[in-house]
Structures are given as C-alpha cells and as structure tokens.
C-alpha cells in the first residue's frame, strides 16, 4: 500500500473504533473495572435478560420504563457511563417491581451485584 493509502485505512478504522459510530454495540467492561463499573455493567445485563426472557421488543421496555428508546439502547449495549447506579435502580424497580437490589463485598473477590423480583 501506498502511504496515501495507508493513512485512509487508518482513517477509516478510527472512525470504526469511534463509539459514536457504532450504536449498536454491546460494551464490555474496561480492565480493571471499579465496583460501581462492575454493579452498573451487571444491571444492565439483568435488563436485557428481562427483554429476552419476555421476548419484548426495545420499544416495549422502554415503554414499561418510562424512558426513551435511546435511552433503553444505552442500557441494552452496557454503555455504563451513561447512568448512575441510582437511575439504573430506579429502572430495575419499574420492571421487577417490587424488587430488591443487594451487594455482596467479598474481600479479594469482585463485587457480586444482582437483582431478584419478590
């Protein structure tokens, strides 16, 4: 490859890696998560198993919520940063309600983080 060509290959997989380009993308935890991280990452993940074990669609969680569709993708993709534990908790509570969110600290062990409906 020429060099013009090489810089709009590298070009071309910035945009790719940008996350704004990439809506639809399941985010995973960075390395070496905090607690919060690690709590956040794992309700997100409590509500897409709730979409797919009642086979809804986005619109319909987002519905059952009270929030956007936008806002529904961005807990569906993990994308943590853009919560705060208390709004995440506060939409589990919509879903599972009545519902009880707990947090086991383990010394030397991840923080254990789950939801369980009553």
């Given at each position: 490859m020429k060099n013009k060509e090489k810089e709009e290959f590298k070009k071309i997989l910035q945009e790719l890696d940008d996350p704004k380009n990439n809506r639809e993308i399941n985010y995973g935890l960075p390395k070496n998560p905090t607690s919060l991280q690690v709590a956040k990452y794992k309700l997100c993940k409590i509500i897409l198993g709730?979409?797919?074990?009642?086979?809804?669609?986005?619109?319909?969680?987002?519905?059952?919520?009270?929030?956007?569709?936008?806002?529904?993708?961005?807990?569906?993709?993990?994308?943590?940063?853009?919560?705060?534990?208390?709004?995440?908790?506060?939409?589990?509570?919509?879903?599972?309600?009545?519902?009880q969110i707990e947090i086991l600290i383990k010394e030397n062990n991840p923080t254990t983080f789950y939801a369980q409906a009553n």
């Open positions: 709730y979409k797919q074990d009642n086979d809804l669609s986005r619109e319909q969680v987002a519905e059952k919520i009270g929030i956007s569709k936008a806002e529904i993708e961005d807990i569906l993709f993990c994308c943590i940063e853009e919560f705060t534990l208390d709004r995440l908790t506060s939409y589990a509570s919509q879903l599972f309600a009545p519902c």
